[in-house]
């Protein structure tokens, strides 16, 4: 079992920024992904962003460089600087991690992936 866990939410004036911290630890095979996404009351779950292994980075259409993504390998850990945010940033913001577990068969070697979440860290966005 892997366990998620995020850090680093709280209160701010529009304009103003914040740092989400997210280590994953446990029973980690091979991580393949980790992100943030968001919850708004009232919304459907979104996609802040997220960064592959291999470095690939994508970002919400929301984002507008106002957001940058980070990892540390080494430390299992993701990382979401957000500047100049805005009342519409509010919203619960959730670590994600995809580890991937290798399997093989007499056929040859494939991955299994399975998603882990962390608990949940509350944005908040008002003057």
């Known amino acids: 079992q892997v366990q998620v866990a995020e850090s680093g939410g709280g209160s701010v004036q529009p304009g103003g920024s914040l740092r989400l911290s997210c280590a994953a630890s446990?029973?980690?095979?091979?991580?393949?992904?980790m992100g943030w996404y968001r919850q708004a009351p009232g919304k459907q779950r979104e996609v802040v962003a997220t960064i592959t292994s291999g470095r690939n980075i994508r970002y919400g259409g929301f984002v507008k460089g106002r957001f940058t993504i980070s990892s540390d390998c080494a430390k299992n850990s993701v990382y979401l600087q957000m500047n100049n945010l805005e009342p519409e940033d509010t919203a619960v913001y959730y670590c994600y991690v995809e580890d991937s577990v290798p399997y093989y068969t007499d056929y040859g070697g494939s991955s299994r992936y399975h998603d882990y979440w962390g608990q949940g860290t509350q944005v908040t966005v008002s003057s």
């Open positions: 446990g029973s980690i095979s091979s991580i393949a992904t």
